[in-house]
């Protein structure tokens, strides 16, 4: 079997699991041949160097901040990508030519379901970036309402100080999407009132390093239902080697 590489591309991502996940993967396989290795960059302008440079590449997924950036660099992008707005997974073929997809709506949709109830019937999305796009995706899969969240209000997206009580009592489901208390920066979470949180609401982050962080944390302390975002990457993950594998 012909040697192949893939990898994660994107900024400051030493925390990352995929790498730990894919070498796990392939041992358990018996692909001594396969590896998986994390492109570090500063800028999406060095993708195409790392194409040229490394010729057993057959798919990179991409992590913040270059799930939006990436687009223009690509050929082609899958029905969902481009509705999405947003790419987490590339395939590579022999030509060198890159099609974009995006997995994350699906590893969001396979995660969030064992928790909805009946009465989870709108989200908000903390956050305006890559992910929260497939994040929007997945619950229009679902048919669950939802609005966005940033730190300045417009016409159709709220600023993090409107949220009071009254906009938890229509809202069940707060989806963190941005990276807000990553490891190393656990002290940090979206700027809400906690104490809002109730026994009724689903309190998701996508970050899954630390286990537990400070936004579930504090979500659970008033009874919420936590989970973060470890498996979503799992679903995600083994969406993503499906495609590189067709």
Same mark, same amino acid.
């Given at each position: ?68 950036? $990436?687009?223009?660099? =690509?050929? /082609? #992008? ?10 987490? *997974?590339? &395939? @590579? ?41 497939? $994040?929007?995706?997945? =619950?229009? /899969? #679902? ?10 209000? *417009?016409? &159709? @997206? ?89």
């Amino acid at each position: 079997m012909k040697p192949k590489i893939f990898g994660l591309m994107g900024r400051n991502i030493s925390y990352s699991f995929s790498a730990g996940y894919f070498k796990k993967k392939f041992k358990k396989s018996g692909l001594k041949d396969f590896s998986y290795v994390n492109f570090d960059i500063q800028t999406i302008a060095e993708l195409p160097e790392i194409i040229r440079s490394t010729e057993a590449l057959k798919g990179l997924n991409v992590t913040i901040p270059y799930k939006q950036e $990436v687009i223009p660099l =690509l050929d /082609k #992008l899958s029905k969902n990508a481009k509705i999405i707005g947003a790419v987490n *997974t590339i &395939t @590579i073929s022999k030509k060198g030519k890159l099609k974009g997809y995006n997995t994350d709506h699906y590893g969001f949709k396979k995660a969030l379901l064992p928790l909805l109830k009946k009465h989870h019937k709108k989200a908000l999305i903390l956050g305006t970036g890559g992910a929260s796009k497939a $994040v929007a995706f997945a =619950l229009r /899969k #679902l048919k669950i309402e939802y609005d966005f969240v940033s730190r300045t209000a *417009t016409d &159709t @997206i709220f600023a993090y100080e409107e949220l009071d009580e009254k906009v938890f009592e229509k809202y069940h489901i707060i989806i963190n999407t941005s990276p807000l208390g990553t490891f190393p920066n656990v002290d940090e979470c979206p700027p809400i009132d906690h104490t809002l949180f109730t026994d009724k609401h689903i309190a998701f982050d996508l970050v899954y390093n630390p286990d537990e962080t400070k936004f579930l944390r504090l979500a659970k302390k008033q009874g919420a239902a936590t989970k973060n975002g470890y498996a979503m990457l799992v679903h995600q993950a083994e969406k993503a080697w499906q495609i590189w594998n067709k």
